[in-house]
């Protein structure tokens, strides 16, 4: 089970730095309790040093919200899969939605940056999701779909700790509308069963696909409980360590009943 957060662009380092220290501080008092969980915050670029630093000591790793996908050039403003990889970086968060709506990002653009990411050991977490239109339209499947094709076309993997896949319905990001548990438990096994068809049954069982939307300590257990959701990504609740952690202890409990 999985616990990640994406920062998005809130706190400044210092902020930023006391979250971490915070999200450490929780996990060092309570860790025995916590057995399986892992745990990924994803703060902004300027902040990876000082968070990494700061979490040196308990096991959370740290990823980034995106990157180009290309090594080095004249991209001013972007950063690059080995700058990550060269501070420590873990994992990059790729395709969210708020990339694809802002800055156009299509899945070419996505798949591009995957495969950088596995060539520099970073693991992708790959951002899918439909809007409310494409839901109501019934086309929610085959969105998603198209979504992880596109994304991991030609993207290999050696073992399911290389690659995690969000669903992030669109509609329940940052709106306080998360999906029904029964719902995303549907999407997510849509999601499973192509990456079966990519991977082969046991690489593709065992990749984690998270949940995100609005996930908070209150609706975690439902869904995390659903046996083709690995844990959450999280936006606002992971923007304060007692929420985000409150959303882990849901994740512990739901290991220790259902043992999922
Ligand atoms: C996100 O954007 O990744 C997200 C899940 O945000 P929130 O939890 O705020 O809906």
Same mark, same amino acid.
């Given at each position: 089970m999985l616990v990640a957060g994406n920062w998005k662009m809130n706190t400044d380092v210092p902020e930023g730095r006391a979250l971490a220290d915070a999200i450490a501080e929780g996990l060092s008092s309570t860790a025995a309790d916590r057995g399986d969980v892992d745990f990924l915050v994803c703060p902004p670029y300027v902040h990876l040093p000082a968070v990494r630093e700061a979490? =040196?000591?308990? #096991?959370?790793?740290?990823g980034a919200q995106d990157m180009h996908a290309q090594?080095?050039?004249?991209?001013?403003?972007?950063?690059?899969?080995?700058?990550?990889?060269s501070i420590?970086?873990?994992?990059?968060?790729?395709?969210?939605?708020?990339?694809?709506?802002?800055?156009d990002e299509t899945d070419a653009e996505v798949n591009a940056k995957a495969q950088q990411a596995r060539a520099h050991d970073l693991v992708p977490i790959v951002c899918v999701g439909e809007t409310l239109e494409q839901r109501k339209a019934g086309e929610a499947d085959t969105v998603v779909r198209s979504q992880v094709d596109g994304a991991l076309s030609d993207v290999s993997i050696d073992g399911?700790?290389?690659?995690?896949? =969000?669903?992030? #319905?669109i509609w329940a990001i940052g709106t306080g509308e998360s999906a029904a548990a029964e719902q995303a438990q549907a999407m997510h096994a849509v999601i499973r069963d192509d990456l079966r068809e990519r991977y082969g049954g046991d690489a593709a069982d065992e990749v984690p696909l998270l949940y995100g939307g609005s996930m908070k300590p209150h609706n975690a257990y439902g869904l995390l409980s659903q046996p083709d959701i690995d844990g959450g990504l999280i936006g606002s609740a992971s923007l304060e360590a007692e929420s985000f952690l409150g959303i882990a202890e849901k994740a512990a409990e739901v290991l220790e009943t259902s043992g999922h």
């Amino acid at each position: 089970m999985l616990v990640a957060g994406n920062w998005k662009m809130n706190t400044d380092v210092p902020e930023g730095r006391a979250l971490a220290d915070a999200i450490a501080e929780g996990l060092s008092s309570t860790a025995a309790d916590r057995g399986d969980v892992d745990f990924l915050v994803c703060p902004p670029y300027v902040h990876l040093p000082a968070v990494r630093e700061a979490l =040196a000591d308990v #096991p959370v790793a740290v990823g980034a919200q995106d990157m180009h996908a290309q090594d080095e050039g004249a991209y001013t403003g972007d950063v690059s899969a080995p700058m990550l990889s060269s501070i420590g970086c873990d994992a990059v968060i790729l395709g969210h939605s708020e990339r694809r709506t802002y800055y156009d990002e299509t899945d070419a653009e996505v798949n591009a940056k995957a495969q950088q990411a596995r060539a520099h050991d970073l693991v992708p977490i790959v951002c899918v999701g439909e809007t409310l239109e494409q839901r109501k339209a019934g086309e929610a499947d085959t969105v998603v779909r198209s979504q992880v094709d596109g994304a991991l076309s030609d993207v290999s993997i050696d073992g399911a700790d290389e690659l995690i896949v =969000a669903y992030e #319905p669109i509609w329940a990001i940052g709106t306080g509308e998360s999906a029904a548990a029964e719902q995303a438990q549907a999407m997510h096994a849509v999601i499973r069963d192509d990456l079966r068809e990519r991977y082969g049954g046991d690489a593709a069982d065992e990749v984690p696909l998270l949940y995100g939307g609005s996930m908070k300590p209150h609706n975690a257990y439902g869904l995390l409980s659903q046996p083709d959701i690995d844990g959450g990504l999280i936006g606002s609740a992971s923007l304060e360590a007692e929420s985000f952690l409150g959303i882990a202890e849901k994740a512990a409990e739901v290991l220790e009943t259902s043992g999922h």
